[in-house]
């Protein structure tokens, strides 16, 4: 069973620093476009960071100069640092790989960051 497991989520001070992981199980994520997406409360999903098999990255806007995405594939595990923190950065936050086929494609469970003084 295909699996991307997340850990890293918590509670921070605005200004703090957190490191999520998403590691792949039964996936090899090196096959896959991966991607961190969040949701905050009555939001909808947005993307955070992406980063293509190729090693192409894009980040929004609301994140550029503090997050950075990075894979490491002999882990198989995907990483967004997260500097810098701010409160408006509270959301689930989601691993996402994308297969070359579109409907090919697999979530984390999500991950709880709360900035918060």
């Known amino acids: 069973q295909v699996q991307l497991v997340e850990s890293g989520g918590g509670l921070v001070q605005p200004g703090g620093s957190l490191r999520l992981s998403c590691a792949g199980s039964s996936i090899i994520l090196s096959l896959y476009d991966m991607g961190w997406y969040r949701q905050a409360p009555g939001e909808q999903r947005e993307l955070v960071a992406t980063i293509t098999r190729g090693g192409r990255i894009n980040y929004a806007d609301s994140v550029k100069g503090r997050f950075t995405i990075s894979r490491d594939n002999a882990k198989n595990t995907v990483y967004l640092q997260m500097n810098s923190l701010k409160p408006e950065d509270t959301a689930v936050y989601y691993c996402?790989?994308?297969?070359?086929?579109?409907?090919?494609?697999?979530w984390g469970q999500g991950s709880q960051v709360t900035v918060s003084s």
């Open positions: 996402n790989a994308q297969g070359q086929i579109a409907t090919l494609q697999y």
